[in-house]
C-alpha cells in the first residue's frame, strides 16, 4: 500500500493491538481465473513460531481451493477511521483528510482440514471470541460436531512480511493535533474516539 515514512510504523505491538481489536480481515487472493477474489474472515494472531494468523472459512466457498494452489495470501485489516476537518487548523488553506489505522500481512496460505487439527483450531479461535461457548460446543452430540467441522475448512497463514499504516495527523503541528484529538475523543462515533485512542496511545 502506499505507505508515506510519517504514517508508516514498525512496531509489532501496535500490529498486535490492532489485529487484536479488529479481528475481522479481508483475505485477497486469485481465483481460478488469477482474477482478485476476497473473503471477510475473523483472524486470530500467534507468536509462537514467528507470526501465524488461524482462521476458517465455509468449505462451500471456493477461495480455499484457490488458495490452496496458489498459496500467496494477502490479509487486510481496517481498523478505526475517522473524517478530520480543516477547520482544526491553523490555517484556512487546508483541505478535509480521513486518518485511519490499517494492517496488510502477506503470507503463505496453509490449510487445515484434519479432523483433529481443525477441532484444536477451532478450540482456539472459540476461546479468543467466547471462551464461555467452549463448554457448550463439547456438549453437543458427537455427530453435530463432526457435520459442522465437516462444514469448513481451517487454515494457517504463516506471516513473510506486514505494513501498518497508521495515519493519524503526524505531518501536523502539535497544537493541530491536540485540538483534533480532543474533538474526536468527545464524538459520539465510537471509531472516532478510538482514533483519538491511538493518537494518544502514539503520544500524538
Do not use: C
Request: charged fraction near 25%; hydrophobic fraction near 40%; proline fraction near 6%.
Amino acid at each position: 500500500m502506499y505507505l508515506p515514512r510519517h504514517f508508516a510504523s514498525d512496531d509489532f505491538k501496535h500490529a498486535l493491538h490492532l489485529i487484536a481489536q479488529h479481528p475481522l480481515a479481508l483475505l485477497v487472493g486469485p481465483d481460478a481465473r488469477g482474477q482478485s477474489f476476497g473473503s471477510h474472515l475473523p483472524l486470530v494472531a500467534s507468536t509462537e513460531e514467528g507470526l501465524v494468523l488461524e482462521g476458517h472459512m465455509a468449505r462451500a466457498n471456493p477461495h480455499w481451493s484457490w488458495l490452496s494452489q496458489q498459496r500467496r495470501l494477502l490479509a487486510v485489516f481496517s481498523g478505526p477511521s475517522a473524517y478530520v476537518s480543516p477547520r482544526h487548523y491553523d490555517s484556512e488553506r487546508n483541505v478535509p483528510t480521513w486518518n485511519y489505522a490499517a494492517l496488510h500481512v502477506y503470507g503463505e496460505f496453509e490449510p487445515v482440514d484434519g479432523p483433529a487439527d481443525k477441532d484444536a483450531l477451532l478450540k482456539r479461535l472459540i476461546g479468543r471470541f467466547e471462551p464461555e461457548y467452549a463448554e457448550q460446543w463439547r456438549g453437543l452430540p458427537q455427530d453435530y460436531q463432526h457435520k459442522m467441522l465437516g462444514a469448513i475448512v481451517g487454515f494457517r497463514l504463516r506471516v513473510e512480511r506486514w505494513e501498518l499504516k497508521l495515519k493519524l495527523s503526524q505531518n501536523r503541528a502539535a497544537t493541530e493535533r491536540e485540538r483534533l484529538r480532543g474533538t474526536l475523543s468527545a464524538s459520539e462515533r465510537a471509531d472516532d474516539r478510538a482514533v483519538a485512542e491511538w493518537m494518544a496511545r502514539l503520544g500524538l
